[in-house]
């Protein structure tokens, strides 16, 4: 009798836990959002400026893409290197992260607190190429001068801003495992089908949009693969159409969607 007491104890009083865990996230948000909507005006005139993305999804998406950038941003510590802070420099880096992961649940990569920002390219390591960006356990790093021209689209193709964050993704996910999407781990899965074979190709020699940088491991086949597909996804969709349409399963969105919406609307 004892015992079923107990149990009942046990079960009652993790459930009266997860209710008021619930509870408290509820509460959180709320109190967020009250704050953000303050600022609201403000993140919108930055991610606006720079966002082709941002600036052709419907009102409603264009809240949420805010209001994560708002979240993501307040979540982390950024460190600036050799480079004077503005205001609009955690908020882009923030917005680039949640442009990636728009479409998924889970947005926020708890697992990196600090983000640095470097001034240009960087030497790390043993390496002796220099780096424009680089995710390891102690955080996400970024040069800024490379992050801005990505941003502007003024290197075709590339986004370092993007790729990094394309590899912070897969970290999270897949190394430390600390902030699993279900969708993204499981579709993942059906992604890597698409995609071995055509990493093999490239590593064989294949020439293809996605460039010879992607052949140097898997890792970066799929930071270069994030960036195309947001860079170039008419090109992307036309040359590799399964691999695009893989990417646009895996990350619940789909930019050429974005693109014809927003010309329709126009
Ligand atoms: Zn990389």
Redesign the pocket.
């Given at each position: 009798m004892e015992i079923v007491f107990i149990f009942a104890l046990i079960v009652g009083l993790i459930l009266m836990q997860s209710t008021l865990l619930d509870w408290f996230n509820k509460l959180t948000v709320r109190r967020h959002y009250q704050k953000f909507l303050s600022q609201e005006t403000f993140y919108h005139s930055i991610v606006s400026r720079y966002f082709k993305y941002y600036n052709r999804l419907n009102l409603e998406e264009q809240r949420k893409f805010l209001f994560r950038t708002y979240l993501f941003r307040k979540a982390k510590k950024f460190h600036y290197i050799e480079v004077t802070e503005t205001p609009e420099m955690p908020i882009l880096v923030s917005a680039v992260s949640v442009q990636l992961t728009l479409g998924l649940d889970k947005f926020l990569m708890n697992y990196f607190r600090d983000i640095y920002v470097l001034r240009d390219d960087y030497h790390y390591g043993f390496y002796s190429r220099p780096f424009q960006?680089?995710v390891d356990h102690s955080g996400i790093y970024l040069s800024w001068d490379n992050f801005m021209k990505g941003l502007k689209g003024q290197t075709p193709n590339c986004n370092v801003g993007l790729?990094?964050m394309?590899?912070a993704l897969a970290y999270v996910n897949f190394i430390t495992q600390t902030e699993e999407d279900k969708h993204f781990k499981k579709e993942f899965k059906n992604f890597s089908k698409v995609a071995r074979p055509i990493f093999t190709a490239i590593q064989e020699g294949t020439k293809t949009l996605l460039g010879d940088y992607a052949a140097?491991n898997y890792?970066?086949f799929w930071?270069?693969s994030v960036e195309v597909f947001f860079e170039n996804p008419v090109r992307f969709k036309h040359d590799l159409p399964e691999l695009y349409d893989a990417m646009a399963r895996l990350l619940k969105q789909d930019p050429m969607d974005v693109f014809l919406n927003a010309r329709l609307a126009a």
């Open positions: 960006g680089h790729h990094e394309g590899h140097t890792h970066e930071a270069v």
